[in-house]
Nanobody
Framework: QVQLVESGGGSVQAGGSLRLSCAVSGYGNYDNYCLGWFRQVPGKEREAVAFFYTGRGDTYYADSVTGRFTISKDNVKNTLYLQMNTLKPEDTAMYYC?????????????????????WGQGTQVTVSS
């Protein structure tokens, strides 16, 4: 059973940095699937932020975070990270880690939330101006 456990959220002033972590378990030695970060504010749709393909380390970023956020994975610790720099008040949201089924990769990481059956519990990020 795939499990995702996030940590690292908090409150920071605009311009500051935070690093989110997502401990990933349940894939065994399999290494050919996508992991991602989504975020959601109350009353809005959950939006894609960044994605990581475990097979080659390919990454994808939403336009709103490109150049400020970096997604990476530590294969020894089986942990996905989202380094967030130059944070803005509009980055305030609940951040969720998500994972594909081990068999679902088809050439690129999808950005639709429906493609990710596994989710963490979420971690709150609040950026004040």
């Amino acid at each position: 059973q795939v499990q995702l456990v996030e940590s690292g959220g908090g409150s920071v002033q605009a311009g500051g940095s935070l690093r989110l972590s997502c401990a990933v378990s349940g894939y065994g030695n399999y290494d050919n699937y996508c992991l991602g970060w989504f975020r959601q504010v109350p009353g809005k749709e959950r939006e894609a932020v960044a994605f990581f393909y475990t097979g080659r380390g390919d990454t994808y970023y939403a336009d709103s975070v490109t150049g400020r956020f970096t997604i990476s994975k530590d294969n020894v610790k089986n942990t996905l990270y989202l380094q967030m720099n130059t944070l803005k008040p509009e980055d305030t949201a609940m951040y969720y880690c998500a994972a594909q089924e081990w068999w679902a990769y088809s050439g690129s990481c999808p950005t639709e939330r429906s493609e990710y059956p596994y989710w963490g519990q979420g971690t709150q990020v609040t950026v004040s101006s």
